[in-house]
């Protein structure tokens, strides 16, 4: 006769081996308070004997919940979408939970409704959505899904939802760290700070035009249009140039690293000396910039810690609590891309 594997251990297995009823071994497996520790002992050295694994499917049917959060991700490879995802994704590990993703790659709201759709299928406890555009985050409001969700977007997004389909944000604090970048060169003495922003479309990018705008207006300096950006190395070294050729103002706040990396590129080339001639600060602190040529002074953000706070609110969302929202503060690091101009320093 053909041999037969042995089928995989069950529930009734571990209560046999432990001595105890299904029904105790349920309570230790849910950690439920109502059970002795010298019971406890017995049930878990049953299991970890056995090799007993719950079923995943048959837990979702006794307590309701799937121990499953949906993510929505635009796809983005820059680093700091990139850097959420991930951080949301060890987050939610450490909490217990596991992610199924969906990525879209348009961001209106029959794009959203599909992702939405996929997980509800699923039977997700809740959805977490790294929302860097607008219609990304109009598109989750105005779907008013009956599950509840977080949205991680920088722009505070108004409370929406009732019941279990509440929905809520987090993020960073954009204009906060933007401000830091542009105190740090009024400090030093910089009275020309050119910025140089990502695209309008993005909330980090219009985040931080508004916060650099703030200071030089609380300082009473004059500034200029913002130059137009899209994130990349190539439009900071194209920015670079012109600036070389049309005039160097005596700082530039960059809206995110590859922009100052192409711009330190562009100097570089055309033999104009940073911080000497020109200052760059950038934003994000993605890994590496502490070796740029030379080492760059940039705005960090927390991407761990943003991810923990998504899952904590959404948790708390499931829990039928309201949790810490407030936008996390990032903070400067100081490198040698930045130094008093040079009239300062005469």
């Not at 708390?316 to 990032?330: H, I, K, M, N, V």
């Amino acid at each position: 006769m053909p041999h037969r594997p042995a089928r995989p251990p069950a529930m009734s297995d571990v209560a046999v081996a432990a001595g105890v009823s299904h029904q105790t071994v349920s309570r230790v497996l849910n950690d439920h308070p109502n059970v002795s520790e010298a019971t406890r002992s017995r049930v878990l050295a049953a299991i970890e004997t056995l090799g007993y694994r719950r079923n995943s499917a048959a837990r979702a049917l006794a307590t309701r919940r799937s121990s499953t959060i949906g993510v929505v991700s635009t796809g983005s490879p820059l680093f700091g979408p990139a850097s959420t995802l991930l951080a949301t994704e060890a987050a939610a590990r450490e909490a217990g939970y596991f992610v199924s993703l969906a990525t879209i790659t348009r961001h209106d709201r029959d794009a959203m409704r599909e992702a939405f759709d996929h997980f509800l299928s699923q039977g997700v406890d809740g959805i977490i959505v790294v929302a860097p555009h607008d219609e990304v985050a109009d598109a989750v409001v105005s779907l008013a899904a009956p599950v509840a969700a977080v949205l991680i977007s920088s722009t505070q997004v108004r409370d929406a939802g009732t019941g279990a389909g509440l929905v809520r944000s987090v993020g960073v604090d954009q204009r906060a760290g933007a401000r830091l970048a542009t105190q740090h060169l009024l400090d030093l003495g910089h009275d020309d700070v050119v910025h140089l922003a990502g695209p309008s479309d993005w909330f980090d990018a219009r985040e931080r035009v508004a916060g650099w705008r703030a200071t030089l207006d609380a300082a009473g300096v004059a500034w200029r249009e913002p130059l137009a950006g899209d994130w990349s190395a190539e439009r900071g070294y194209d920015v670079g140039r012109r600036l070389v050729d049309e005039g160097l103002p005596s700082a530039i706040f960059a809206g995110n690293d590859q922009l100052a990396l192409g711009l330190l590129h562009a100097f570089w080339d055309a033999g104009v000396r940073v911080p000497d001639d020109v200052s760059v600060v950038g934003f994000d602190d993605v890994a590496g910039s502490d070796h740029f040529i030379p080492p760059l002074t940039t705005v960090r953000q927390h991407f761990g810690r943003l991810g923990r706070r998504a899952i904590d609110v959404l948790t708390g969302l499931l829990a039928g609590e309201e949790r810490d929202q407030a936008p996390l503060l990032p903070d400067l690091r100081v490198r040698a891309s930045t130094a008093p101009p040079r009239s300062a320093t005469a």
